[in-house]
């Protein structure tokens, strides 16, 4: 963030002696705010909240929340150590359903847990999970900066670039996975300009994305959700790139809603559509885009802008937080084990062994 004309960088994740410090991204960018999180329940109403949001930093808030969960336990209690741990994931789990990053954060957590510390005394225990929870953000930091590079060479010198949602920083703790790419590109000296749709209904294009394209110095131009048909008939994107929640093992995945409608746009248009994101993304365990659960949200989130209504306080409203795009309309996955283009007979295998 800029202050005083200092690039300042701001941590999603901070942790303090016991407890963890989170920027509420719900307030940003009017406010630069962190709440303290005391326990797995206040980091689970955090992710149900939005004010940590993105799938790698769902994620990598979870597992600081397993780590809470052990610094909060009694051994006085009635419950042993691991039924409060495998009842913490349980809560955190259940807070956002689409994400695959969650599980796979929470599954790593209550492994390293019962490979590693399960016989240890409670203080090893905390500082144990407190360093996995550490170690889980640092390989997103580098999974992050291998994405950004090998998406950077699917930008063309010069382009006009469509991306949606927020996919930077904010919403993984390290460089971010479609904005990363578009962060690298910019400082391999190509001339990027980026079109920002505001996304609807909780604004993360708007509020976030802007937000950091302008601390980057990046070009940008933000629009309304609907006028992307209208810049891809006048021939003004030359490439699309999202982010994305869930992969299904045949390349179908999730991701904020309107997604779709942008990559129809897009193979209509035969301009390509690339999708960054982190192997931990990819859930093999579901054949098709048709397995993955869609998330519905309040629907005030729709009746109202930021806290305004701008309707009627009963309307009936829809509410899905994610929509799928089948993998026929994906001109590769942007992933940290490289670009894997279609067809996607073989992302497992290439996820197991790239190249
Ligand atoms: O509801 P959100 O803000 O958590 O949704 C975020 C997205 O859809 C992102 O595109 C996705 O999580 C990838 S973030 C690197």
């Known amino acids: 963030m800029a202050q005083g004309g200092r690039e300042v960088a701001l941590e999603v994740f901070c942790w303090e002696k016991d407890h963890l410090l989170l920027l509420d991204q719900s307030k940003l960018p009017l406010e630069v705010d962190y709440i303290a999180c005391c326990s797995h329940h206040d980091v689970a109403e955090a992710i149900r909240e939005m004010r940590v949001r993105g799938a790698p930093a769902i994620g990598v808030a979870a597992a600081f929340g397993i780590a809470l969960a052990a610094f909060k336990y009694s051994p006085e209690s009635k419950d042993s150590l691991e039924d409060f741990l495998f009842e913490a994931a349980k809560v955190l789990k259940e807070t956002r359903p689409t994400a695959v990053n969650l599980v796979w954060a929470l599954e790593r957590m209550l492994e390293v847990y019962q490979k590693r510390l399960k016989e240890k005394p409670l203080d090893e225990v905390r500082t144990g999970l407190l360093e996995a929870a550490r170690q889980i953000l640092a390989d997103q930091k580098a999974r992050d900066d291998k994405i950004a590079s090998f998406g950077a060479t699917l930008i063309p010198e010069k382009a006009n670039i469509l991306t949606y949602c927020n996919t930077g920083a904010l919403a993984t703790g390290g460089l971010g996975t479609a904005l990363g790419v578009i962060v690298r590109a910019h400082e391999e000296g190509k001339r990027v300009h980026v079109y920002v749709p505001e996304t609807r209904p909780v604004l993360q294009g708007a509020r976030l994305t802007v937000w950091e394209l302008r601390e980057k110095g990046i070009p940008f131009t933000l629009i309304t959700d609907n006028m992307a048909g209208y810049l ?60 993955i659960p869609i998330e519905m949200r309040n629907p005030d989130e729709v009746r109202m802008i930021q806290g305004t209504p701008i309707t009627d306080s009963q309307c009936p409203v829809l509410n899905p937080a994610f929509d799928v795009t089948p993998h026929e309309l994906v001109s590769g996955f942007i992933t940290e084990k490289g670009v894997i283009k279609p067809p996607f007979e073989s992302l497992a295998s290439f996820l197991e062994n790239p190249f």
């Open 232 to 291: 891809f008939s006048r021939g003004e994107i030359d490439l699309v790139i999202v982010g994305a929640d869930r992969i299904a093992a045949n390349g179908d995945f999730a991701n904020k809603i309107g997604t779709y409608s942008l990559a129809v746009l897009a193979f209509h248009h035969q301009r390509p559509f690339y999708v960054a994101a982190p192997v931990s993304t990819f859930d093999l365990g579901i054949a098709s885009g048709e397995d």
